[in-house]
């Protein structure tokens, strides 16, 4: 990790990831496709569920990225102790906090959804796929924490083969769980929301295996078991930041839909849709972040700064051309990637809108994404949080609000944009401030 040449070394941590997280955006994408042939009021429902499922995900994400960022640190010091602590603590408390988020969200989405829709039919929906999906919460925690172990320790392939795994045992379950094909019952969007949680729980089966036969250089054990005051301040000091992070687009989604329903259900769908579909972008760009946190980690433990901070300039050049090619596709093919998901002619025309205003912040939007996870790996989860917040509420839901009373429903849309330029300019300073004053710190 603090020898080999950068760019092959971000490129062989971060491909592996790439291609893990463009897999994971299938799940979302792949259920909305399939949910979609069964009406629009039921690709609504899913729209008004993926808040609250981003929440779920949003924790147990952020977590692991907590235990992946400690693993990453110890292990570059050389502190294996702590390591394998960090190791056993991520573990069990993973299992706590999928419990746990079970069973506040699955009683509470009644009230959610109610407050969104007055239709009964899609009220109906929304909270029969959310009762079924909702129940797996814990096993999406702790696949997370093996995913985050092995990606600590540069085992990127076995995150790339077990989410693959699940994603095609998903693919595969979709149609025979929604539409009854051949021996499998009719379950509708139930089905969706079967087929979502077996291929997680495929994905973790996987992860057991490759812990049970490869056996990472950091152990999950019992005497590992232990209330470490340090360890639980890293894990939760970059977790929950982490996972704030992640849960931002849940009450922006929110918030948004709530400006949106009053001008029709239809700019709705279209703000899911557009989630479904960005998800796959961000989440490739995502994937290189994931790959260069624990080298950022490891390097910066082992006090090779240089390194750090080419790392970060890297994976800033290899992000601004992945959100390049998000703003081609958004721009040639706008209509085929809207109709993926409703054959309504008015959706797919508000689609089209949404996709040409909103991608004409992508690129920039690669300085904030690359900054706020480069922060992450340094472990300061603070100032990563404040970038967070700059783009998901401090600045757009005031510039959607103004904008929409200015320019209708595609004021929504520009409010994208314009935050997007002004969060990156932010985000310059605050990681030029932050990584600046950690390596003075450890200086002296």
Known sequence: MKEKNILPLVLSMSLPMVVSMAVN?????????????????AMTALSLVYP???LI????????????????????????????IAATLGFFLSIVHGIVLALICIPGMSLFIKSFSSQEEITRLSLLYSSRAFLFSPVITLGLSFEKLFQAVGRMKVSMFSMICGCIANIILDPLLIFGI????????????????????ITLLAYLLFYAFLRPPVKISRKSLRLDSAVLKKLYSVGISASLNLALPSLLISSLNKILADFSEKYVLVLGVYYKLQTFIYLTANGIIQGIRPLMGYNFGAGEHRRVKKIYHTSLALNAGIMFLGTLLSWILPGRLIGLFTDQAETISIGITALHIISLGFMISAVSVTCSGALEGLGKGGPSLIISLLRYVILILPAAFFLSRVLGADGVWWAFCVTEFAAAGFSLLIYRRESRRQINIEST
Do not use: H, M
């Open 25 to 41: 955006s299938l799940y979302n994408i792949i259920d909305s496709y399939f949910v979609a042939k069964l009406s629009e009021s």
């Open 52 to 54: 609250v499922q981003n």
């Open 57 to 84: 995900n949003a924790a147990a994400i952020g977590f692991g990225i907590g235990i992946n960022a400690v693993i990453a640190f110890y292990l570059g010091a050389g502190d294996q102790k702590r390591a394998d």
């Open 182 to 201: 051949s021996i499998f019952p009719r379950l509708g969007i139930a089905g969706a929301a079967y087929a979502t949680g077996i291929g997680q729980c």
